[in-house]
């Protein structure tokens, strides 16, 4: 079993940054998938960014140029660098990880797919 806690939400006005962290902890394989996604109110939940376990990244074209993700993976802990953030960017967002690689569809990150969820941390950017 992996838990893994998500921080580093908060609000934040238009144009602004936020560093959110994922710090997993449990059982642990040698290759895994590491993700963001996040849900909207009234909205399904999307992929935003992931680092599959030889370093590649997946990243939505919404906040491709804008989020970095990047894993410390001595401690296990994924963060998710958000930059020029907009109104849009506004949800929850959780931390995921799906064995032994990314599950996606044409790039597309599936939420099915993944094994570990994190109960998330609330990002509000306000226009």
């Known amino acids: 079993q992996v838990q893994l806690v998500e921080s580093g939400g908060g609000s934040v006005q238009a144009g602004g940054s936020l560093t959110l962290s994922c710090v997993a902890s449990?059982?642990?394989?040698?290759?895994?998938?590491m993700a963001w996604f996040r849900q909207a109110p009234g909205k399904e939940r999307e992929g935003v960014a992931a680092i599959d376990s030889d370093g590649s990244t997946i990243y939505a074209d919404s906040v491709k140029g804008r989020f970095t993700i990047s894993i410390d993976n001595a401690k296990i802990t994924l963060y998710l660098q958000m930059s020029s953030l907009k109104p849009e960017d506004t949800a929850m967002y959780y931390c995921?990880?799906?064995?032994?690689?990314?599950?996606?569809?044409?790039?597309?990150?599936?939420?099915?797919?993944?094994?570990?969820w994190g109960k998330g941390t609330n990002v509000t950017i306000s226009s």
């Open positions: 995921a990880v799906d064995w032994p690689r990314c599950g996606q569809v044409g790039g597309t990150l599936m939420s099915a797919g993944m094994d570990y």
């Open positions: 449990g059982a642990t394989h040698y290759n895994y998938c």
